[in-house]
């Protein structure tokens, strides 16, 4: 099935071999940035022409996300490893040689489909603040290498655990795991800021037919968005966030508070943030009131810890809040949030320098060392001698 914006046409092309080609109403001049999508059933593969003349593709998963993954290793890039990969591609002159050879070699891995590399909204807010050809150059390099996975948005991720937690504690109950990197483009964005937003085709068509479309529509507005040339300038409260951190941390200074009560204290920080989640998870896990308030007096603070996401950021923020000279920004909310939940749950990831030292000294009391590397010279060489050999090249990945 091929979509054709250009020439106004959809073409359907059966077993039999016949085709069939009927009339579209494309886009407005200058509104997408996808010329033609052609989902091909047989490799289960979307691949999609942009108007800069890059063709990209993306994995569509109609069955489950382990089947999909195909034990293929994580590998989280913050924005800015992002921007080298492209640089590579686009304007090598901008790459620092000791960069060159790695970002090469994670294209090569991402295309080969023996890593995945997902994006995540981000991904899609950072890509924002950038426009034109610097736009597309970027656009088309994370689309490509992705392959169409994603990572969920962190505060799902958290809402999830809090629901896992009180499963198990109150209903004794050990829920399936989530899945945190996906081809389920619906969950790119927090779903309490996109519900009741969520494209459902409507109609007598077969329900594979219905979850077909669906997905394809979704994929494509993900790729739209990102790929779209213009400027979007957001707004945000993160510096509301930040100015109170900041705000703890002087407090903290002032009254000398010992490193256990820092961890406290920044375990509590974690909890207002999630303060509805916490409400909503407990509604939703079947928690009564005593049992919420007992669990706030007696198994807040060991619960949260236990909690691979959620836990680390508390961690982090409570590293973070021992120097009271660190400055806070809003851009400190992205990267606790994102890198945090990448860090608890993929195989490897390269995140800024500043974020990747106080995630590394918030591990802590964690096995192992934290799997966050500040350049791509340090974190090549961990997926090569740790994540390819133990899963090996992933067997009958189509290539697209």
């Known amino acids: 099935m091929t979509i054709d914006h250009e020439r106004a046409i959809g073409r359907i092309v059966l077993d039999t071999g016949h085709s069939i080609e009927f009339p579209i109403d494309p886009p407005p001049a200058g509104e997408s940035a996808v010329n033609r ?70 294209l090569e891995l991402a295309n ?41 948005d962190p505060l799902d991720v958290r809402q999830s655990e809090l629901v896992s937690t009180f499963l198990k504690r109150y209903r004794k109950v050990e829920p399936n795991p989530a899945s945190i990197f996906t081809l ?19 109609g007598k068509s077969p329900a594979i037919v219905r979850a077909l479309t669906q997905k394809l529509v979704e994929v494509l507005s993900t790729y739209d968005t990102l790929a779209d040339p213009r400027r979007i300038d957001g707004e945000s409260d993160s510096s509301k966030w930040a100015e109170h951190h900041r705000n703890l941390a002087q407090e903290m200074a002032r009254n000398k508070e010992r490193p256990e009560k820092r961890r406290t204290l920044g375990i509590l920080a974690a909890t207002i943030d999630v303060q509805r989640e916490i409400a909503f998870a407990a509604t939703t896990a079947g928690v009564s009131t005593d049992q919420l308030k007992e669990w706030y007096e007696l198994y807040r603070e060991h619960d949260l810890t236990q909690m691979p996401f959620l836990g680390l950021y508390a961690d982090s923020v409570a590293f973070r809040l021992a120097n009271a000279q660190r400055k806070w920004s809003g851009n400190d909310l992205i990267d606790g ?50 994540l390819l050999p133990a899963t090996g090249k992933p067997e009958n990945v189509e290539q697209d």
Request: glycine residues 6%.
């Open 37 to 106: 999508a052609s989902y091909l059933p047989h490799a289960g593969i979307l691949r999609m022409l942009l108007t800069n003349g890059a063709e990209v593709s993306a994995e569509l998963d109609l069955l489950d996300t382990a089947t999909a993954r195909r034990g293929r290793p994580v590998i989280y890039l913050d924005q800015g490893h992002w921007s080298t990969l492209a640089n590579v591609s686009y304007n090598p002159k901008r790459v620092s040689k000791r960069d060159i050879k790695p970002a090469i070699r994670l």
């Open 112 to 152: 080969q489909k023996e890593i995945i590399l997902p994006i995540s909204s981000a991904h899609m807010i950072e890509t924002g603040a950038t426009y034109a050809t610097k736009r597309q150059n970027l656009a088309s390099t994370m689309l490509e290498a992705s392959h169409g996975w994603i990572m969920r």
């Open 184 to 202: 389920d483009h619906s969950l790119l964005y927090a779903r309490d800021a996109t519900r009741g937003h969520r494209y459902s085709p409507r």
């Open 337 to 386: 949030l994102f890198l945090c939940c990448a860090t608890a749950y993929a195989d490897a990831v390269a995140g800024e320098r500043g974020a990747t030292e106080y995630i590394k000294r918030s591990w802590g009391w964690r096995s192992d060392a934290a799997p966050i590397f500040a350049t791509l010279p340090e974190l090549l060489p961990y997926i090569e001698e740790n």
